[in-house]
């Protein structure tokens, strides 16, 4: 969950570096740090906080050219936030400088037998025992080196590790942790996600669990754990730069929310045609899901999970095939019903989530077929997985999840059409809603005109210490994730209720200090719905609500709406994504926080 950038190679300066670090700040940014390696010296610079507390520590420098360098952004697991806790980490002698991303979970073991052996350690970190074990192994050759001390590690690494013994040269790793790398003219770079390498170059070779990469100038060279070369072609990207940069908007969140209705065209462009569905990545499994397939297990966390929860709704109630879904970290410790006729749905916007990932390994161990739908081409979940369907939107760089989520829905529902379609259980409510995915783009185009409207009401409810979401069905998984997206980024206590569940315990919360928001989907259940706003009402908690166009009742009941144009009722938890995602990011401005950087969070979760 931290970020990594390097080089080794001609032309560039220590301000390219830091930009390159700033696209990976997502990842984590409770420390920077930088390792330059000039003349057979290594200087080290690094800074608690974020990455402009550093830049602003070293001006001087900025303009500096530099051939080999290492960069980490850091979200802290072992040690706390302070400047020595930053990476790189150096050795006793300074001759060598490592950064990683990962856990090392014999860390205590080995840093007792190298304090043992004479050496000091100047942090908390498991990571300082690689840049110890790299000075106690090393006899003149790096790679060599390197090999030997990842035979001894445990845990999860993504490392790039230099010695001036060595000059232009970087010996990265990868194994549980992401790591991708590259060569452009001149200069050779890792990292940890592909965009701080898009300016240079856009042919890349991601790392897969156990490999070793020698960074020169001339290029790189891969090998396995026992020093064998590996020939691998790289692969292609067609992101480019200005994808990840935020175009005038203030926050990236704003900018992926405004995204939204080209996100979900990208997404859905040649998957679907009048409602009928055609994902061509499905293809092969057409005779699987026809013949043998009888239970789909779904595996997603966070907001990714929301959106598999909606498929579920999606396919039970249309098509009555049966679905079940678990949050990743608990569907690996839950022993799973899964075998061969069972279809697992991953959903994972990084490609990297660690729950996730095992969630993987165990479904396939048990003989079930596993279909991923990600966002990052090339991550680690697809790559283990049986088929995938990557979600088109461009990267994604604010830590809350906006126009991967509306994408994610998309295409699990055309995915959820394809297969009631091939086993016979397509349905006219299936074509309508899928029509409706067809018209999004306007759709999102509309919703997202009341960008003002939210504005003013977000300056009512941001003083409150608490907010509950409710909802019945598909307005259900839609209050699970308002609640989650106005939590991560504003720190208001708010959950997610099945409005039907208020009167079993929740609704005791509930006073003129605790308001909800409500979803009124235009159902066959609305009336139930509109019965628990009453409820909320008659504890004196103020409500406001996103109903339907025209629904007068909202208009009387609640204290505060917006009314959204029309939608088939398995299409509101899309239809609506827009109003939460503004909403809580608009109370988070209010309270003077960062919506693109909560505290404590980072993009990309890769550790349990
Ligand atoms: C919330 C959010 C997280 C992620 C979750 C899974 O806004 O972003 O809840 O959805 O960590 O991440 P991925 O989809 O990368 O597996």
Not at 325 to 341: C, H, L, T, W
Not at 344 to 365: C, F, N, P, Y
Not at 515 to 529: G, H
């Amino acid at each position: 969950m931290c970020g990594i950038f390097g080089f080794v190679g001609e032309g560039l300066n220590v301000q390219d570096l830091i930009n390159g670090l700033k696209k990976l700040e997502y990842r984590g940014y409770d420390s920077a740090g930088i390792a330059i390696e000039n003349e057979k010296n290594i200087s080290i610079y690094k800074k608690e906080g974020r990455i402009y507390n550093l830049e602003s520590e070293i001006p001087q420098l900025m303009e500096k050219k530099i051939s080999t360098a290492l960069g980490h952004t850091r979200w802290a697991t072992h040690g706390g936030v302070s400047d020595q806790n930053s990476h790189p980490h150096t050795d006793c002698t300074g001759k060598v400088a490592i950064i990683h991303n990962g856990i090392i979970e014999n860390f205590q073991y080995l840093r007792e037998k190298l304090i043992k052996n004479g050496h000091i350690f100047k942090s908390e970190t498991d990571s300082e025992v690689i840049a110890h074990m790299v000075e106690e192994n090393y006899s003149g050759n790096l790679l060599e080196c390197v090999i030997k001390v990842l035979h001894e590690l445990n845990g999860a690494y993504a490392i790039g590790v230099i010695h001036t013994d060595e000059p232009n040269c970087i010996i990265a790793a990868r194994k549980g942790s992401p790591l991708v790398i590259s060569a452009g003219s001149n200069i050779s770079m890792l990292a940890s996600d592909v965009t701080p390498i898009l300016r240079y170059s856009k042919d890349v070779n991601f790392l897969n669990d156990g490999e070793i990469a020698k960074l020169t100038n001339n290029g790189y060279e891969l090998y396995d754990l026992q020093g064998n070369k590996i020939e691998r072609k790289p692969i292609h990207i067609n992101w480019d730069e200005a994808c990840a940069e935020r175009s005038g908007y203030n926050h990236f969140m704003e900018k992926e929310i405004f995204e939204q209705p080209i996100a979900i065209k990208s997404a859905t462009i040649g998957r679907l045609k009048d409602g009928i569905p055609c994902i061509k990545e499905l293809e092969p499994l057409k005779d699987f899901i026809e013949t043998k397939l009888e239970k789909i297990y779904i595996v997603a966390c966070g907001t990714a999970y929301h959106a598999g929860l909606a498929m579920k709704y999606f396919m039970q109630y249309y098509s009555n095939i049966d679905v079940s879904i678990e949050v990743a970290s608990e569907f690996r410790y839950m022993n799973p019903k899964i075998d061969g006729k069972t279809l697992t749905i991953a959903i994972s916007q990084s490609g990297e989530t660690l729950d996730t990932l095992e969630g993987v390994r165990i479904a396939r161990k048990n003989g079930s077929h596993v279909l991923t739908v990600c966002n990052v081409v090339g991550s680690t979940i697809p790559r283990e997985s049986d088929s995938v369907i990557y979600m088109n939107t461009g990267p994604e760089i604010g830590v809350a999840a906006t126009k991967t989520y509306t994408a994610q829905i998309a295409i699990l529902y055309i995915v959820g059409a394809q297969i009631a379609l091939w086993k016979n259980l397509y349905s006219e409510d299936i074509k309508n809603a899928l029509c409706q995915i067809e018209n999004l783009p306007e759709y999102f185009n509309t919703v997202l005109g009341y960008s003002q409207k939210i504005k003013e009401l977000s300056k009512s409810y941001c003083g409150y210490r608490n907010m509950m979401y409710i909802g019945r069905r598909f307005g259900y998984t839609a209050a699970l994730e308002g609640a989650l997206k106005l939590k991560e980024i504003s720190y208001i206590n708010a959950t997610g209720y099945q409005a039907g569940e208020l009167k079993h315990g929740p609704i005791a919360l509930l006073d003129q200090e605790f308001p909800v928001f409500a979803m009124v989907c235009d159902d066959d259940i609305k009336e139930k719905m509109i019965s628990n706003i009453m409820e909320v009402k008659a504890r004196k908690a103020r409500v406001v609500a996103v109903g339907i166009e025209g629904d007068e009742k909202i208009k009387t009941l609640t204290d505060d709406y917006i009314l959204i144009p029309k939608c088939e009722q398995a299409v509101f938890p899309l239809a609506v994504a827009p109003v939460m995602q503004l909403f809580a990011y608009n109370v988070a401005l209010l309270r003077e926080l960062d919506p693109d950087k909560p505290r404590n969070l980072a993009k990309s979760v890769t550790v349990e």
